[in-house]
């Protein structure tokens, strides 16, 4: 593999050209046989919305505020669905994908802007990775927190083994990884027995609450951000293309229906986990008086003694590991999905890898340094905020380049879509708009 950064790629050329159209599909006119080929892609991007950064938001919603967050959640996701079908249909009918599209419509120099927008939320994502995974090490073999945040840098050459085995693979590990996460949090939700009526309630009702409160709003766009990732929706555009479907509209309309399924399953998993980790923190720290638990430290300490299980501490910090590892692979992908299809510059992706790395260690460092544990608890939390305000700029583009038939074709959404579409983009740029107003005035 070249260690140094390769030509301008052709402007009609795929970005992850490595993986475009390399994932075999069977021959079997069997549905669920043509379904299984197509799954993997959203997996890979349902990780990204299960991630150390979504544990710090839900854990610090559940301890102060109860269910009352799980909402958030359900809305998050539902606009994730919506917002990740669109991002694939975009992929597969125009054999573009989102970054790729924005540097066209706008040139380079508005094209450069928008790059460092999504390096700066990838860079966010990141740092969440990072510390997560430090904090696991931490929990599991006391590592020190500062060590911990250096060995996750050696994590390039985990991306490297995998990308090496093939795409099909990376694909089955992160599977696996996932279903570490959900099968651990499952178990932490039996034992922490919530109020399973109160939880139903508050995952369909939103309560008014969260837009008058803006320490409450603070965590709810934290959620979102966590939830609703903007790198996600460039990389799932280039992922989907991964797939050696017919390049025909029959092609098209086929992979299009069954990368929708891969998606929605996916989140839906994603969904239970985040879900999961709120309802534990709400029934074992906020209805045991342990309002302020905002950290996955203090969470960790007292999971095992509150629910009277020695071996819960051990299971949350297994499953935050997982969290941390998997959501690495997808940091590196988005990476260079955003570099090829913004600035059409080429990066060994191991290179890539060291320098979205590196971008997230530097401050980590530093705050742990100054500030310890607590520093990162904040620095979790901000860089959650940090990807809600990314959205827009990614979410926009997305609605009106699907919106547009001189773009998509026969795939363009439909009127009710594009509407449903405009509803999310308006809600999103709406809560985040809300926020900076509330902290001027605070």
């Known amino acids: 593999m070249s260690t140094e950064i390769t030509q301008k790629p052709a402007v009609n050329a795929p970005s992850l050209a490595e993986v475009n159209a390399s994932v075999r599909l069977g021959s079997s006119v069997v549905g669920w046989r043509r379904l299984l080929g197509f799954l993997g892609p959203g997996f890979l991007i349902a990780v990204g919305y299960m991630d150390p950064g979504n544990w710090a938001t839900d854990i610090a919603g559940g301890s102060r505020y109860g269910y009352t967050l799980l909402s958030v959640i359900m809305l998050s996701n ?60 931490n929990l599991l073999f006391h590592i020190p927190l ?30 696996a990884l996932i279903g570490t996460i959900v099968v651990l949090f499952g178990i932490q939700m039996v034992l922490s027995r919530p109020e399973y009526g109160a939880v139903a309630w508050n995952l369909f009702v939103p309560s008014v609450q969260i837009l008058k409160d803006p320490n409450l709003l603070y965590i709810a766009i934290g959620i979102l951000g966590a939830t609703v990732m903007p790198h996600n929706l460039y990389l799932h555009s280039a992922l989907v293309q991964s797939r050696n479907y017919e390049r025909t509209p029959k092609g098209k309309r086929e992979a299009i229906k069954l990368a929708n399924i891969d998606s929605a399953a996916a989140l839906t998993v994603a969904l239970f986990v985040n879900a999961a980790i709120l309802i534990v923190a709400a029934a074992v720290f906020h209805r045991s008086g342990h309002y302020e638990v905002a950290g996955i430290e203090d969470a960790y300490k007292l999971l095992s003694p509150l629910l009277g299980a020695g071996f819960a501490s051990t299971l949350f910090a297994v499953a935050l590991l997982a969290s941390g590892q998997s959501s690495s692979i997808t940091g590196t992908l988005a990476g260079q999905v955003v570099m090829e299809g913004f600035v059409r510059l080429k990066v060994a992706p191991w290179l890539r890898r060291l320098i979205t790395r590196s971008i997230a260690i530097a401050p980590t460092v530093v705050v742990v340094a100054l500030w310890g544990e607590h520093g990162t608890e904040k620095l979790l939390l901000l860089s959650q905020v940090i990807l809600s305000l990314q959205l827009s700029f990614a979410v926009v583009p997305l609605v009106i380049f699907t919106g547009s038939r001189k773009r998509m074709g026969d795939f363009v959404n439909a009127p009710w879509l594009k509407g449903l579409a405009w509803a999310a983009a308006v809600v999103i740029a709406g809560l985040n708009g809300w926020f900076v107003v509330l902290l001027v005035r605070q």
């Open 146 to 175: 500062m060590w911990g945040v250096l060995i996750t840098g050696l994590d390039v050459l985990l991306i490297l083994i995998l990308q090496n085995w093939g795409f099909r693979k990376l694909e089955a590990v992160v599977i």
């Open 78 to 137: 539902l606009m994730a669905v919506l917002l990740q079908s669109l991002s694939l249909k975009l992929g597969v009918a125009t054999e573009r994908d989102l970054a790729q599209l924005c540097r066209e419509a706008t040139g380079r120099w508005v094209g450069v802007g928008l790059w460092l927008g999504a390096e700066i939320a990838i860079a966010a994502c990141d740092l969440a990775e990072v510390i997560g995974s430090a904090i696991a090490l």
